[in-house]
């Protein structure tokens, strides 16, 4: 059970941090390659471009899971808790109604880059590999968001504050 629990704290954050020194280091041996070599490869630039749309998407569920999102937030200062987390469930509704929508949505991507085989030109490997990384993060961030249901409607029970973000990164 504990391990459960550090993987729902962490995973985006050692997911982020992958993608990140993956993308960092792939670039940093093409720009030596091309500056020292005159040559680069089309799968450096693949990886890179694919590691740091995982990176975006992943890190869209993180920010959701710490409200780490841009918003005005000048209202919530004045507002009541009951009031907060309200406005608070309210955003999260919205957004999961988006996040719901745009992950149906995104599977047919995915589907039609399945149904036809395609690959990547450099790395010749399927493209629905690259492609999951939009229903992912899609899938990820509806998670998070019924977590933020749950802690909400526990505040609002309870009469609690209502979290209001936390940082990504210490």
Same mark, same amino acid.
Not at 23 to 50: C, K, N, P
Not at 123 to 139: D, E, N, Q, T
Not at 142 to 152: G, K
């Given at each position: 059970?504990?391990?459960?629990?550090?993987?729902?704290?962490?995973?985006?954050?050692?997911?982020?941090?992958?993608?990140?020194?993956?993308?960092?280091?792939?670039?940093?041996?093409?720009?030596?390659?091309?500056?020292?070599?005159?040559?680069?490869?089309?799968?450096?630039?693949?990886?890179?471009?694919?590691?740091?749309?995982?990176?975006?998407?992943?890190?869209?569920?993180?920010?959701?899971?710490?409200?780490?999102?841009?918003?005005?937030?000048?209202?919530?200062?004045?507002?009541?808790?009951?009031?907060?987390?309200?406005?608070?469930?309210?955003?999260?509704?919205?957004? #999961? *109604?988006?996040?719901?929508?745009? @992950?149906?949505? =995104? !599977?047919?991507?995915?589907?039609? $880059?399945?149904?036809? %085989?395609?690959?990547?030109?450099?790395?010749?490997?399927?493209?629905?590999?690259?492609?999951?990384?939009?229903?992912?993060? #899609? *899938?990820?961030?509806?998670?998070? @968001?019924?977590? =933020? !249901?749950?802690?909400?409607?526990? $505040?609002?029970?309870? %009469?609690?504050?209502?979290?209001?973000?936390?940082?990504?990164?210490?």
């Amino acid at each position: 059970m504990d391990i459960l629990r550090r993987i729902d704290r962490d995973a985006e954050r050692w997911l982020l941090l992958i993608f990140y020194v993956m993308l960092v280091i792939t670039m940093a041996i093409e720009v030596l390659r091309r500056e020292i070599f005159s040559y680069s490869s089309i799968w450096g630039e693949e990886i890179v471009r694919y590691s740091f749309i995982y990176l975006a998407w992943i890190g869209a569920a993180a920010a959701v899971k710490e409200r780490a999102h841009i918003r005005i937030d000048v209202v919530m200062h004045y507002l009541a808790p009951r009031a907060k987390a309200l406005l608070y469930i309210f955003g999260d509704l919205v957004m #999961f *109604a988006v996040a719901i929508i745009a @992950l149906y949505w =995104s !599977f047919e991507t995915v589907h039609v $880059s399945a149904k036809f %085989g395609s690959v990547t030109d450099g790395l010749r490997i399927s493209k629905v590999w690259f492609l999951m990384a939009v229903p992912a993060g #899609f *899938a990820l961030m509806v998670w998070r @968001l019924l977590q =933020s !249901f749950r802690r909400d409607f526990r $505040s609002l029970r309870d %009469g609690t504050p209502v979290f209001e973000g936390d940082k990504l990164f210490d």
